[in-house]
């Protein structure tokens, strides 16, 4: 199953997260619509969702299009980029490290 986190939202907060969010990906950004998703590649990958305006609103690591499927329909992102992987613990491997950055 892929794993997914979450931002919170963008307010100030006096105490640091016990699980950091993870750094963003240097890719551009892509529109999440219908056209996307169905040109997203069938593999593993580490993805990243944004708003409108390019602000990161969480992480997964999973088969792209199917996450990008359920993000389409039930998620509030509007824009999506993401990093390829060889396997589904390779795309694990991959949030682990963007989160350690």
């Given at each position: 199953?892929?794993r997914?986190t979450?931002?919170?939202?963008?307010?100030?907060?006096?105490?640091?997260?016990?699980?950091?969010?993870?750094?963003s990906?240097?890719?551009?950004?892509?529109?999440l619509?219908?056209?996307?998703?169905?040109?997203?590649p069938?593999?593993?990958?580490?993805?990243?969702?944004?708003d409108?305006?390019?602000?990161?609103?969480g992480?997964?690591?999973?088969?792209?299009r199917?996450?990008?499927?359920?993000?389409?329909?039930?998620?509030?992102?509007?824009?999506v980029?993401?990093?390829?992987?060889?396997?589904?613990?390779h795309?694990e491997?991959?949030?682990?490290?963007h989160?350690?950055?």
């Amino acid at each position: 199953m892929a794993r997914k986190t979450a931002s919170t939202p963008t307010g100030k907060c006096d105490a640091e997260p016990a699980h950091p969010e993870p750094m963003s990906l240097a890719k551009p950004w892509r529109d999440l619509d219908r056209s996307t998703v169905g040109s997203a590649p069938n593999r593993y990958a580490l993805y990243e969702l944004g708003d409108a305006d390019g602000e990161t609103v969480g992480f997964g690591a999973g088969v792209l299009r199917d996450d990008l499927k359920e993000a389409l329909a039930y998620g509030d992102a509007a824009k999506v980029r993401w990093e390829l992987a060889e396997s589904a613990d390779h795309a694990e491997r991959l949030l682990a490290d963007h989160a350690d950055e």
